[in-house]
């Protein structure tokens, strides 16, 4: 029979992990930045909406010239986005006076990227409603800056390649690119690149391979598809820059003691576009600074708390 100092024992560890899990919720909540559009693409019931977000900036609609568009990883979402980036593209598009749009999938994930589901029209179709339905408002915009999480770089990457959309910049986090994007790459325009990777994300390899989900393994044994390794999507878009070999700059940053340091290259010695890697030695599947997640860090690996400046994107 339980004595009362072991009951109040067993009501004050319940009462602590109810007020952590409640405090774990109530810090990943984010109010909504922007005003949720939907757009119906009529086919296959997939749901495709999106967050606009125009920010603080004092230039008139008709100044905007740059759209960032974010498209989140798998099972997450354009808040969820929101809230484990802590709003740093938002920051930066304030900063900058660019319009956001936080693309979303609800239902089916973004449907082109991996062997099972390339090029599928509907996602196309939705790609081309945002940047046409968003310079209704901002009419002066001229360029799209894609970044892409996850599954979410694998949509990014076949949209720079799809040649369809005035992609001016490409950055994309943990996924080098896929083999079937490298295989039906068509644009031939300049496009910024920048890729931050982690060297021990067991998800999808920094060395390149089929890309591997052990908690999805169900109901279909889905195959994600393979990637081609960190250095060979490097050297592609190098090529493809018209890049010299060797980085202009090499710089390591270890300001954080979190078990990570980054190692930053930096290609700015092309004759069209830059090329930019953050190598994140010791990280896992995780964006840089992502927000605290002890769940994610077993699941997904390590996350890098080192601060980071680009001069294409200075996000964190």
Request: glycine share 8%.
């Amino acid at each position: 029979m339980a004595t009362n100092h072991h009951i109040r024992s067993i009501i004050s560890v319940t009462t602590v992990l109810i007020f952590l899990v409640i405090g774990v919720f109530q810090a990943t909540k984010v109010k909504s930045l922007g005003d949720l559009k939907c757009i119906d693409c009529g086919e296959h019931e997939a749901e495709r909406r999106y967050y606009l977000y125009a920010g603080e900036v004092d230039a008139p609609a008709n100044d905007q010239e740059d759209l960032l568009l974010i498209l989140h990883g798998f099972r997450s979402s354009a808040k969820g986005t929101i809230a484990t980036t802590r709003r740093a593209f938002e920051r930066y598009a304030d900063t900058e006076g660019m319009v956001v749009v936080h693309a979303q999938a609800l239902g089916p994930n973004w449907a082109f990227g991996d062997s099972g589901s390339i090029g599928q029209s509907y996602d196309k179709a939705y790609f081309d409603a945002p940047w046409n339905d968003v310079r209704t408002y901002y009419p002066s915009l001229q360029r799209i800056h894609l970044i892409g999480l996850s599954r979410g770089a694998m949509a990014a990457y076949f949209l720079a390649c799809d040649n369809v959309l005035p992609v001016s910049s490409l950055s994309v986090f943990v996924m080098p690119m896929p083999e079937h994007t490298f295989d039906n790459c068509q644009t031939e325009k300049p496009i910024d690149f920048m890729l931050a990777n982690g060297t021990e994300d067991d998800l999808v390899p920094y060395n390149g391979g089929a890309i591997h989900m052990p908690w999805y393994t169900f109901p279909s044994d889905r195959n994600f598809g393979s990637i081609l390794s960190t250095e060979d999507t490097l050297a592609y878009w190098r090529n493809h820059n018209g890049c010299e070999v060797d980085p202009n700059t090499s710089t390591t940053l270890d300001d954080q003691f979190d078990g990570t340091f980054i190692v930053h290259r930096n290609w700015d010695n092309c004759f069209l576009g830059t090329v930019s890697h953050y190598e994140v030695v010791g990280g896992g599947h995780r964006w840089l600074n992502e927000r605290w997640n002890p769940v994610a860090w077993v699941l997904l690996g390590w996350t890098s708390r080192e601060v980071y400046t680009d001069g294409t994107f200075d996000v964190y």
